[in-house]
């Protein structure tokens, strides 16, 4: 079992920045590859980023490549995900996701992520 809990979200202007913070628990977390995925209300979450075990690879969904940066410290068990440049059309709540196993090439697949956080909102007024 792992647990997972995200914190840093908030309210920002378009153009500014924001770090999100996803802290596991519960098992020993470089077992998992870690993601961040984002759902607007009437809309179906989407994949943002996802991190393998040791952070080598990263990889990261078109409409977010080169603003966001997603990276993980497996000492701490902790995963962020840094957000520059925002918009208004990133605004969503942000969701921190594990799965056991290598990243693949299903990283972007919510059925590969086995433990989920409760998310954290992100709002980016224009």
Do not use: H
């Amino acid at each position: 079992q792992v647990q997972l809990v995200e914190s840093g979200g908030g309210f920002v202007q378009a153009g500014g920045s924001l770090n999100l913070s996803c802290e596991a628990s519960g098992s020993t977390f470089i077992d998992y590859k870690m993601a961040w995925f984002r759902q607007d209300p009437g809309k179906e979450r989407e994949f943002v980023a996802a991190i393998s075990r040791n952070g080598v690879v990263r990889n990261y969904a078109d409409s977010v490549k080169g603003r966001f940066t997603i990276s993980r410290d497996n000492a701490k068990n902790l995963v962020w995900l840094q957000m520059n440049s925002l918009k208004p059309e990133d605004t969503a709540r942000y969701f921190c996701a594990a799965g056991s196993g290598a990243l693949g090439t299903t990283y972007m697949m919510q059925a590969r992520y086995d433990y989920w956080g409760q998310g954290t909102q992100v709002t980016v007024s224009s």
